[in-house]
């Protein structure tokens, strides 16, 4: 991706090497090459959806249709005017492409099972990114100091490991809703994958941060560096989510001829959020992440009727362009770059380490939600091991694993960058299309209706709160005390919000039209979700 860069920068230095005409046709072709996959992507994605075919999902139809135009460009010797054609570096997909699938990520939540199992979520998704990038990266350095892969510094081993924990399961996810598979399960992948990628982010920018600063690394530094990123962030894109609730509470833009400037209005705000945070140095994948769920929650049911039809089609549509785009360049990209394959040995073993290290971040985590949950609301043994089996690696591994070309010496970004496109093409065609049999295997596919935590979900969107009089010799466990603890303080943030959050940002009063309008959406997403994360 680099070189692409170095050859878009040498195209506007020398512009007497091509006449503008011939850059203007180039371009234009480039641009119908672009729609021409992109209508491939859709048209071939329905058709294997209609036919049930699991073994190869969209998001590997997409990967496939990249990796061919891009394998046909290189035969054809046409490899230096695709490349003028296809002129973007890594900057596009944070700027253009990531964005609203993060925010659509956010917006289209289910608000009951993620909500009912938010402390999951946060445990698997916080914590669990955290052991996971730490395991992979260690195990990645001792590999290098034992001579079975190529050795790499600490630092930018971290970076590696961080870089990789970014989880994308688009293609899980749609073959879990084709199949049927219990609603708490789908809630824990895609609300882990929501806030992964925003964990992931704000880890490898401060190993970066560490990796730039001469004293070496400084784990107490770290750990704040990454808490102002992460905690600073998320409070931005909170913020910005309270203020257009606000503003759409009192602005009074709900009426027939102002519902055009409310559409404008609701689509500026998520990218004001993630502007706000890149100007001052914070994350904004993180801050448009949180802007999405909280303008989902209170700015969502300030709106019209038709604005609220308007904003969910719209977000979901820019959102399903960019991912089908992004992994159509993924694949072409593999195709056309020059790649370091005399290191297969570190895409070997990295892919080895990853496994284990999913292995630490999902079994560790469930084991600490499980001390405080009663037991018919235990995560089982095969919820588990399906959330391991999930943990594909997509748009975001391969977004910063091209920043790492840069950020890291010649050759060591280099050869991330190899294993991690290795990894991404493995993960997505090989794991992404057993999926179905995976769900299988482990029997889970059809019980979404039939697990006794979903039916509960059904009557009720409060977190249910399990009794703890009988205790028994567990009473003196501090640590499940303060676990427990977490899960009061849970229950408390929901009262929270529906007594006063809820009625002070909407113009609801809370309950009744609450859940009506929690309901349309989740609905309405459900038809959708054929092709997003």
């Known amino acids: 991706m680099g070189s692409i860069g170095v050859g878009v920068e040498e195209l506007r230095i020398s512009p007497t090497d091509s006449h503008p005409g011939k850059e203007q046709q180039a371009a234009g072709v480039g641009i119908l090459l672009q729609i021409m996959m992109l209508v491939l992507s859709f048209v071939l994605g329905h058709v294997l959806r209609r036919h049930k075919i699991y073994y190869m999902p969209e998001a590997s139809a997409s990967l496939l249709i990249g990796l061919t135009v891009g394998g046909l460009a290189n035969i054809s010797n046409t490899e230096t005017s695709i490349r003028a054609w296809f002129n973007f570096h890594e900057e596009f997909f944070f700027l253009f492409l990531l964005p609203p699938i993060i925010f659509e990520s956010g917006f289209s939540l289910s608000p009951k099972p993620f909500f009912s199992n938010f402390g999951a979520i946060v445990t698997f998704a916080i914590l669990g990114t955290f052991v996971a ?46 199949l049927g598979t219990d609603m708490n399960l789908y809630a824990l992948v895609f609300g882990e994958s929501v806030l992964n990628d925003a964990m992931a982010i704000s880890l ?14 400084n784990f107490v530094m770290l750990t704040v560096r990454f808490l102002e990123t992460f905690v600073g962030s998320m409070s931005a894109g909170v913020g910005v989510g309270f203020t257009s609730a606000l503003l759409f509470k009192y602005a009074g833009l709900d009426i027939d001829n102002l519902q055009n400037l409310e559409c404008c209005l609701v689509v500026l705000f998520p990218y004001f959020s993630y502007m706000l945070a890149e100007g001052v140095g914070l994350s904004g994948i993180v801050s448009i992440l949180f802007t999405g769920i909280v303008m989902k929650h209170y700015t969502y049911s300030n709106l019209s009727e038709n604005s609220q039809r308007f904003v969910s089609a719209f977000f979901h549509l820019i959102s399903s362009l960019a991912e089908a785009f992004v992994f159509i360049y993924m694949g072409f990209d593999i195709a056309m770059e020059q790649h370091s394959w005399s290191h297969v040995g570190f895409i070997f073993f990295s892919i080895i380490f990853i496994g284990v290290a999913r292995a630490a971040n999902v079994f560790s985590c469930a084991y600490l939600v499980n ?55 493995l993960t997505v065609l090989l794991i992404g299309g057993s999926t179905g049999t995976m769900l299988e295997a482990l029997h889970v596919v059809g019980d979404g209706h039939e697990s006794p935590f979903a039916e509960s979900l059904e009557g009720n969107n409060v977190y249910i709160v399990p009794s703890y009089d009988e205790e028994g010799s567990t009473s003196g466990n501090r640590f499940k005390m303060k676990l427990k603890e977490f899960h009061r303080s849970a229950a408390s943030f929901t009262e929270l919000d529906r007594n006063y959050l809820t009625p002070f940002f909407t113009s609801q009063n809370g309950d009744e039209e609450e859940e009506h309008e929690e309901l349309m959406p989740t609905s309405r997403r459900g038809d959708f979700q054929g092709y997003h994360h």
Not at 149 to 177: H, K, N, W
Not at 387 to 414: C, I, K, N, T
Request: charged share 10%; glycine share 8%.
């Open 204 to 217: 490898y920018r401060t190993m970066s941060l560490v990796k730039s600063s001469s004293s070496g690394p």
């Open 133 to 178: 990038s730490v395991v992979t990266g260690f195990l990645v350095y001792l590999g290098g100091l034992v001579f079975l892969m190529y050795r790499l510094p600490l630092v930018e081993c971290l970076m590696f490991g961080a870089l990789i924990s970014a989880t994308d399961p688009v293609t899980v996810l749609s073959i879990f809703q084709e």
């Open 371 to 425: 001390l405080v949950r009663p037991a018919h609301r235990q995560i089982p043994l095969k919820h588990q091991k399906a959330l391991w089996y999930s943990g594909l690696r997509g748009a975001m591994a391969f977004a910063l694993a091209l920043q790492s070309v840069h950020d890291l010496p010649e050759g060591h970004g280099q050869t991330i960058f190899t294993a991690t496109t290795a990894i991404v093409v």
